[in-house]
Structures are given as structure tokens and as C-alpha cells.
């Protein structure tokens, strides 16, 4: 369960939340374990096996360089992608891994590459299609200490066996919150009996964990970096990495649009939104450092949405720095607050539910972010999140090849316009809708659980399947 803006806006490295950023978490927990345990003297090997959706696409997604990356203690948050590319490159050429090398000064070195990582497709263990398990094994191939992980979605881990200490961890959490809440029904009831808007209820949940300068400052970040990652591809060109030779477009694009639109007309709102989800998208297929938004599959969806809030939004043009921050917080925590529903209720990882859990949750939380910002009432806040989600329900997970490209780019800028429309649809009417935000989650969860599994991130259906790669 997520219970900050910050649990679900996380800064990490593509091209996945759920087979790159997750694995590498839950490495990367392993080997500190394993160090706090005092384990490392008698390591002689490792045994890692991947099981679901991290093995039957794990390849292109990024999975096994991650996992590598992890059990040398290296965070996805904090590493620089070519600091990772040098780490990484040094393990292919040793064929050794360097156990706790970033966690300690005295790491055990082993033999381990991409070839040792044991896959099972076909094996789904029992609490969710992203599972993982570990061994540090002794001279005779024995374990010293063994763990079980499961990605779950968005870059969030969760150990075997510790899933009551989770739960006590969250209850902790949310009791300290003033105005709790799981679903939009509660979030709205709060914001009736407070008065506050849905930005202002998460805001006033978020200060009970830290102070709001901080939060302020950290969710600032978060735009920063969103920022830099869109700046960074549309420096990049040729082709993305992989095999299928997708060529970058932002580069291009962003050429022509400066040409076409050098003063932001607004007639040009969408093109601009496409150019920063492609761009952002691009990035995260690069290996980039993005942030993840809820998911890093869906990572430009909210950077392209935030990009017209700050650029299109009436005033836009002559706000202040601290206008533009409070602007920015408010996005952020409108959008958070839909997020929490969707993971609360659902979930956002493509594995599980397909990528109506991923696009959709990012398009529900966008257009919420946005009409918040535009002066929506909590009821318009929450038909904008609505409508998105329900426009995006059914929508399969079936990258071609097993990477974060086609049509993950693509479906990106359709889902930044969607989130776009939803919150003018919502701000032309008073609140008042047929269909709650509640109830379509609950239909997202339904969907999702009906979905065929080829169609919930195996690359063993729709495109990934009809789509000849050459």
C-alpha cells in the first residue's frame, strides 16, 4: 500500500519499475541482510531465480544487469545511469559480482553473471507474477541464507514472511495521518468535513511525516528531475537499445515544434504534450533516470500533463517562483492522492492487472493533478480521475520483444492527451457524475483479474506475438 506522494513518485533507472527498479530493490535488500547478518565470510556463491513476468520478459526489460546491480548494494534512486553502465560493464568483462560493494569496504567477490540467473516462465508463485528468490550459497552449494521477493508494481518490494511487519509499518503510518483514507469516498468525505481541497487533505497526511518545507523541496525535486530526464533525450539520437532499432523521435520533434510554435500558442497544447511524454518515455527505454510516475512504464504520462499545467494554465506566464512551486505541490498531491486509491484498491503493476493498472492509474492521477491546479472542486477532481481511468480500462500489457517501446511510447502521449480531456470534461460540469472513481477501480481490479496472462506483461500475447520483430 502507498500511504506518501512519496512512495508513489520515486526517482530511479529505466526502462522498468516493476522488472528493473524492484529487482534491483529487493537485490539489493538481500545483500544488506546478508551483511547484517554477517553472512559474507562464508559466501562462495549465489543462486538467484526469477519467476512469471520477471523471467518471460526480464531480458528486455532490464531485469538481469538490475539484479546484478543489486546485490552490489547499489540503489536505484541514487546511482547515475553511467555509473551503473561502469559497474555492469566491469561484471560482464570479470564474470564476478562484488557481493555488498557499495554497503561495505570489505564486499566478497564471487563468480555470477546473467548466464547463472536460473528463469521459470511458467512458475507464478502465489502472491504475485513478479517473484524472485535469492541464495548466497557456501563452498559446498549450500545456502547460508535465502530470501523470496515479489515485485509488486511501481518499484515497491515485498519480502516473504515479512508481510505482517509490512502491514504494521503502514497501519503505524496512517495512524499518524489526520484524514486516512482508501477510497475516493473517504477522500472526499474528508474534504467536506475539513473544508480543504484533495491537494490539501494529502498535504495535511504528508505534513504528519514530515515538515511541509520539506515536502515542499522534495516534491520541487521530483519536477526537477522529470525536467532533466525530458532534456536529456531530446539530446539524444539514433536508435533506442534492444534490437528492434526504434528511432528516437523527440530530437526531431522538438526541432520542428521550436520552429512551428516558438511562442507556445496554445492551438499547440497537444503536440507538446506528446513531445514531452515520447521524450521522457524515450529516456526511460535508454536506461535514463526517471522518476517513477506511478510506474516507469508510465513514467511520461504525468511529466507531459505537469508540462501543460505550467505552461498552459491561465497566468501560466507571469507566475511567480513560489507560484510556480505551490502550482507544482499542488499536482503532485492532487495526483498522489488518486494513486493511493488505485494501488489501495487495485493495483498498478502490469504484471498483475495488465497496463490499465500502469497508464491507466498514471492518466487518472494526471488529470487529476491538472483540474486541481486549474481551480477544480474535490468532486471535479475526482470525475477527471475518474473518467481517465475508465477510458483506459482493458488495456493489455503486450510489449513486442519484452521492451518498454512499442507501444508503451506511443500509448504514453494518447494517455497524457486523455488525462488532458478528462479534466476539461470534468471542469465543464459540477461534480456530479454516474460513475464513481470507486467503482471504476473496482472494475480496473475486475478486468484485470479476468485478463488472460498473456496479456499482463509476458510478451506471450496481442502485439508482442503479431508483431514480427526484424
Aim: charged content about 20%; some cysteine; hydrophobic content about 45%.
Amino acid at each position: 500500500m502507498a500511504v506518501s506522494v512519496f512512495d508513489l513518485f520515486r526517482v530511479g533507472i529505466g526502462p522498468s519499475s516493476s522488472h528493473t527498479v524492484g529487482p534491483m530493490r529487493a537485490a539489493a535488500d538481500f545483500a544488506a541482510r546478508l551483511l547484517a547478518a554477517g553472512g559474507l565470510e562464508g559466501v562462495r556463491g549465489l543462486r538467484v531465480e526469477l519467476f512469471g513476468s520477471l523471467a518471460a520478459t526480464g531480458r528486455g526489460h532490464g531485469t538481469f544487469p538490475a539484479v546484478l546491480a543489486g546485490l552490489e548494494g547499489i540503489d536505484p534512486e541514487r546511482v547515475l545511469p553511467a555509473e551503473l553502465d561502469a559497474a555492469l560493464a566491469r561484471i560482464e568483462e570479470t564474470g564476478r559480482v562484488r557481493v555488498c560493494a557499495e554497503l561495505c569496504d570489505a564486499p566478497r567477490e564471487v563468480e555470477f553473471g546473467i548466464p547463472d540467473i536460473v528463469l521459470r516462465p511458467l512458475t507464478i508463485l502465489p502472491t504475485h507474477p513478479n517473484g524472485m528468490r535469492f541464495a548466497a550459497l557456501d563452498a559446498a552449494g549450500e545456502p547460508l541464507a535465502e530470501e523470496t521477493y515479489f515485485s509488486v508494481g511501481g518499484g515497491f518490494i515485498l519480502r516473504e514472511g515479512n508481510e505482517a511487519a509490512e502491514v504494521d509499518r503502514i497501519e503505524s503510518a496512517v495512524a499518524e495521518q489526520p484524514y486516512p483514507f482508501a477510497t475516493g469516498g473517504e477522500l472526499l468525505a474528508h474534504t467536506r468535513s475539513s473544508g480543504l481541497s484533495i491537494a490539501g487533505v494529502m498535504l495535511a497526511n504528508e505534513a504528519a511525516l514530515l515538515p511541509e518545507d520539506e515536502i515542499r523541496d522534495r516534491l520541487e525535486h521530483l519536477w526537477r528531475v522529470m525536467e532533466a530526464c525530458k532534456d536529456s533525450a531530446l539530446e539524444r539520437t539514433g536508435v533506442l537499445p534492444g534490437g528492434l532499432e526504434v528511432r528516437r523521435r523527440a530530437p526531431e520533434w522538438h526541432r520542428r515544434m521550436r520552429e512551428r510554435d516558438p511562442d507556445r500558442d496554445p492551438q499547440f497544447w497537444q503536440e507538446w504534450i506528446n513531445l514531452v511524454a515520447l521524450a521522457v518515455n524515450e529516456e526511460n527505454a535508454s536506461g535514463g533516470r526517471v522518476v517513477t510516475a506511478p510506474t516507469n512504464g508510465a513514467a511520461g504520462i504525468i511529466p507531459a500533463v505537469l508540462f501543460y499545467a505550467t505552461h498552459y494554465a491561465p497566468g501560466a506566464a507571469s507566475w511567480s517562483a513560489a507560484e510556480k512551486r505551490a502550482v507544482i505541490a499542488d499536482f503532485f498531491l492532487a495526483a498522489a492522492a488518486v494513486g493511493v486509491i488505485c494501488k489501495e484498491q487495485a493495483s498498478i503493476s502490469g504484471a498483475e492487472v495488465g497496463c490499465q493498472g500502469e497508464v491507466g492509474s498514471a492518466s487518472s492521477m494526471a488529470a487529476a493533478g491538472l483540474t486541481q491546479v486549474l481551480g477544480g472542486t474535490p468532486e471535479q477532481v475526482e470525475n477527471a480521475a475518474e473518467i481517465a481511468m475508465e477510458h483506459n480500462l482493458g488495456l493489455t500489457c503486450d510489449p513486442i520483444g519484452g521492451l518498454v517501446q512499442i507501444p508503451c511510447i506511443e500509448r504514453n502521449a494518447i494517455a497524457a492527451s486523455k488525462a488532458v480531456n478528462a479534466a476539461k470534461m470534468a471542469l465543464m460540469g459540477d461534480g456530479s457524475h454516474w460513475v464513481s472513481l470507486d467503482q471504476v477501480v473496482a472494475t480496473m481490479r475486475e478486468t484485470g483479474r479476468d485478463m488472460h496472462s498473456k496479456y499482463k506483461e509476458t510478451a506471450m500475447g496481442g502485439l508482442a506475438v503479431n508483431v514480427v520483430e526484424c
